[in-house]
Structure formats: structure tokens, C-alpha cells
């Protein structure tokens, strides 16, 4: 039996009873060890049965995502490598032991000393800008000999944007990478690679969430399209290595797994044959959909209340683990699966109910109007397809401490069939102390 057979009842049971929720630490991040391994080898099948060739393809697991370092450690062993875009994701990715030449840096925002560790690691970099160029050129200058990295440029493909604006890269006006439309960009592009030898890559990260398929296969097309002008223009197979960014939205409406990796690397396969035909090494950086279906966050039900005539719980689920489905809920909603104290499903009729979380805000509402069996204090809510971007991407508000996060699998020699690792322990007291400059309390008041 693989985890993912395990009903989420059973998993919520045993989180319970071996005590992940104690009563100092009321809300916690579950991922499914086997749900994850399993999306990964889908994600490298699809593109091998699309023609990709496994030494030239890199799938690279985008960091923020899931930023923790045990699970970059998980998705190296399963053969995959690490998109970063800070030095803080840098690190985490080194702490996992993610091979340097297996990490690629991408930002629209690297500092000189970021760029200077990433070329000293063997780390590959895409430069986000013409400055960006401009600066490697100088590095490149002072380094002896020829880069260790894999140098590209990302460029926006500008084919349009999706259903989420926020989250939608190729947009005409988006700060993200060269913007390929734009007058002379072509010209200037197919000159940057031939004064520079050392330039092996094109990027493009079309967008995430809320864009669809046909867009992020234009905007990989444009890319082929250009690596293949370039490499016409100066003679030689100068592009080796398209990075197609990652992307592939999330169904979080059902527990069906749609779109598929395989639907998309088909739709690759026909909008830009030439990617697989073997002349280009690939890098992809996928990060949502290898994670978000194998993760949910659970919480403790502390009240229930009415108000004008309104159902609510209050949960410790909120804000701070729930971002942008708090602040955008019309682009990001989440199912919500209740249970009771001992983890078991609840049932009984459908009453709406609010999912209020902690925060000290009147917009602190996970699901709204949302019918579901009456929760009472000390049941559990769970909301699903959290896996990625949720209890990883924490938000400080109310100083709600980073709640703990534990994989899981299953376990036929555990009383409760499953059995728990931890990801990250629930931050203490003491470390919010500190965060919150703890250290330093009597400085400010020193100054005169
Ligand atoms: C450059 C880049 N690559 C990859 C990703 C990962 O996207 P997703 O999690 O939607 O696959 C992002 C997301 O913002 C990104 O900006």
C-alpha cells in the first residue's frame, strides 16, 4: 500500500494521537512522502515519453514552493535539482546537498556578490536584464578562465497573461526577463550571444496558476524559436539548453490530478517538435504541481460562534499559513475537509459555516458561506492541496509562530498505519522573541 491509498481520516487520526497538534502548537503542515515520489515520476515520464532525453533534462524543483530543506533532500534523491531565486533559497538547496551544477539561479534582482557565489559554486544563472548581462560580463572578466556555470537569458515572450495577474510573467509590461517584442529586442538578443561565447541557455517562465496550457507552450515556442535564430545567426549550436520555467497549474477543485505533466509535454511535443528531437538539453521548474496535491494543512477548531445569524470557527488556520487564499479568495479557494477531536471525518447536514483563522483582521477567512457538517470546539479542519506555497510561505503577521511541519507514509508496523518525519518543528517562543529583536531590546531606547 502506498501512502496516497491512506484516507486523509486515518492520517489526521494518527497526526493527532502521536500528537503533532499539542496544545501549544494548534496548526500543522502534513505532506504525503509517497504522493510527492509518485508526482515526480510522472513528471519525468511525461517528458521522456515526449522524447526528452534523461542525462540532457534537468527538472529542477522551483525552492519556493516548498522552502524546507528536507524536502529538497526528498526531490534530489528522486533525481531532481533546484530553481532558486535568492540567496536564502540558494542555501537551503546547498543544506538539502543539491548538487551545484544541479541548481539554477534565477532572480530579477541578483546582487553581485549573489552573482559572484553562484559563478564561484558552478551554479547555472539566467540574467534576468541587459544590466544583469552587463555585470556577468565584468565578472566573467575577473574570473581566470572560462565560467564552471551554465550562463543563459531569460526572456519574456510577452504572448499574453492568464486568469491571475499577479502570478502572469509574459505579460507586454512584466519586470521579468528581456521582453522579446519589444522593438530591437530580437536584433539585440542575437548579438548578446554571439560577442558571448559563454552564453549556452534560453529561459522562459511564462506564468503560474491561472494560465493556460496553450499560453506556456506559445511562450516555449517563441523561446525554441529564438535559440533557433540565434544559433543560425552565429553559425553554430551556441544555445544547448532550453529552460521552459515551470508553471503547470493546480486543480483544486476535486482530487483529480489535471492537467497531467504528460498532457503538457504532449502539447510541448506538438507546439515545438525540435525541443525533443535531442539538439537542446532541457531544464524545467516545476514547483506547485509536484508538491500541492500532497499537502494539506491542519488545524484545531479553538471556538465556534454566530453572528448575525452567521455561522463561524475559528480555527488556528489563517493568514499566516494561507496567504494569498486570504487575500485573493477569488483566485486561490481551498476545499476544506472536517473532522472531529480524535481526527475522525465529521458528518451530519450541511450548515454554512465561515473558516475564520487567528489573525487580527476582519478578512481572516480561509473559506466563506462554505456548507459543511457543524464544527464544534476541538474538531479539526484540513484544508487540502496545500503542499506548495502554503505552510511553506509563511506570513509573520500577529507574530503566529511557523507552524510545524511533518511528511508522512505509510506504515504497516505502526498501531496507526502511519508513520510521521519531521519536515520543520513548530518556532518556539524563544525564536519569535528573536526574530522579533529580541537580542537588541534595550538599543533603541539608548538612543537619544
Ligand atoms: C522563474 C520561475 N520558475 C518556476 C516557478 C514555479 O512555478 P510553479 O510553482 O507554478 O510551477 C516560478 C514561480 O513563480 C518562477 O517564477
Given at each position: 500500500?502506498?501512502s496516497?491509498d ?15 497538534l ?8 502534513l505532506?504525503d512522502?509517497?504522493g ?7 513528471l519525468r ?9 534523461r ?6 524543483f522551483?525552492?519556493?514552493a516548498?522552502?524546507?530543506?528536507p ?5 534530489a534523491?528522486?533525481?531532481l ?11 537551503l ?26 559563478l564561484?559554486?558552478g551554479v547555472?544563472?539566467?540574467a534576468?536584464?541587459r ?6 560580463d ?14 543563459g537569458v531569460?526572456v ?8 491571475i495577474d ?12 528581456v521582453?522579446?517584442?519589444d522593438?530591437?529586442?530580437?536584433a539585440?538578443?542575437?548579438?548578446a ?16 496558476q491561472?494560465?493556460?496550457l496553450?499560453l506556456?507552450?506559445a ?8 535559440a533557433e535564430?540565434?544559433n543560425?545567426a ?14 503547470l ?17 504532449r502539447l ?6 525540435g ?17 500541492a ?17 452567521r ?20 483566485s486561490?479557494?481551498?476545499r ?9 471525518p465529521?458528518?451530519?447536514?450541511p ?6 483563522g487567528?489573525?487580527?483582521?476582519a478578512?481572516d ?7 459543511l ?12 492541496d ?6 511553506s510561505?509563511h ?23 502511519v ?10 517562543l524563544?525564536?519569535l522573541?528573536?526574530e ?6 534595550a ?6
Amino acid at each position: 500500500m502506498s501512502s496516497r491509498d491512506i484516507p486523509l481520516g486515518t492520517v489526521v487520526q494518527a497526526a493527532i494521537r502521536q500528537g503533532l497538534l499539542p496544545a501549544w502548537s494548534p496548526v500543522a503542515g502534513l505532506l504525503d512522502v509517497q504522493g510527492i515520489r509518485a508526482a515526480t515520476t510522472s513528471l519525468r515520464a511525461a517528458f521522456e515519453e515526449a522524447g526528452a532525453a534523461r542525462d540532457t533534462t534537468l527538472h529542477a524543483f522551483a525552492v519556493k514552493a516548498a522552502a524546507l530543506v528536507p524536502v529538497l533532500r526528498l526531490l534530489a534523491g528522486e533525481g531532481l535539482g533546484a530553481e532558486v531565486a535568492s540567496p536564502g533559497e540558494l542555501a537551503l538547496a546547498r543544506a538539502a546537498r543539491v548538487a551545484p551544477e544541479r541548481i539554477v539561479l534565477d532572480s530579477p534582482a541578483k546582487t553581485t556578490a549573489e552573482l559572484r557565489e553562484a559563478l564561484a559554486l558552478g551554479v547555472a544563472v539566467n540574467a534576468d536584464s541587459r544590466e544583469e548581462l552587463a555585470r556577468l560580463d565584468g565578472l566573467l572578466r575577473e574570473a581566470a578562465g572560462p565560467p564552471r556555470s551554465s550562463l543563459g537569458v531569460r526572456v519574456n515572450p510577452q504572448v499574453g497573461g492568464g486568469t491571475i495577474d499577479a502570478l502572469s510573467t509574459a505579460t507586454d509590461t512584466s519586470k521579468f526577463g528581456v521582453a522579446l517584442r519589444d522593438e530591437g529586442a530580437r536584433a539585440w538578443l542575437v548579438r548578446a550571444f554571439a560577442e558571448r561565447p559563454w552564453l549556452s541557455r534560453l529561459h522562459a517562465h511564462v506564468g503560474s496558476q491561472g494560465c493556460p496550457l496553450e499560453l506556456m507552450a506559445a511562450g516555449v515556442r517563441a523561446t525554441y524559436e529564438l535559440a533557433e535564430e540565434i544559433n543560425r545567426a552565429v553559425g553554430r549550436r551556441q544555445v544547448t539548453t532550453l529552460d521552459i520555467g515551470g508553471g503547470l497549474p493546480v486543480n483544486f477543485a476535486s482530487d483529480d490530478v489535471t492537467p497531467t505533466f504528460r498532457a503538457y509535454a504532449r502539447l510541448l511535443a506538438d507546439a515545438a517538435p525540435g525541443l525533443f528531437d535531442g539538439r537542446y538539453g532541457l531544464v524545467t521548474e516545476f514547483g506547485r504541481s509536484l508538491l500541492a496535491k500532497s499537502g494539506v494543512v491542519l488545524a484545531r477548531v479553538e471556538y465556534t460562534k454566530t453572528a448575525g445569524g452567521r455561522r463561524i470557527a475559528v480555527t488556528h488556520a489563517g493568514a499566516q499559513v494561507a496567504v494569498r487564499t486570504v487575500f485573493a479568495p477569488a483566485s486561490w479557494p481551498l476545499r476544506v475537509a472536517v473532522f472531529d477531536a480524535q481526527g475522525r471525518p465529521k458528518t451530519g447536514p450541511p450548515v454554512d459555516q465561515d473558516i475564520a483563522g487567528p489573525c487580527c483582521f476582519a478578512g481572516d477567512l480561509v473559506a466563506v458561506g462554505r456548507p459543511l457538517p457543524l464544527l464544534e470546539a476541538g474538531d479539526h479542519v484540513a484544508l487540502l492541496d496545500t503542499g506548495a506555497y502554503y505552510f511553506s510561505n509563511h506570513y509573520a503577521y500577529n507574530s503566529l509562530p511557523r507552524p510545524g511541519v511533518y511528511g508522512y507514509a505509510s506504515a504497516e508496523e505502526e498501531s496507526d498505519g502511519v508513520r510521521f518525519a519531521t519536515v520543520r518543528a513548530p518556532q518556539t517562543l524563544g525564536e519569535l522573541v528573536a526574530e522579533g529583536g529580541g537580542a537588541y531590546a534595550a538599543e533603541l531606547s539608548a538612543l537619544r
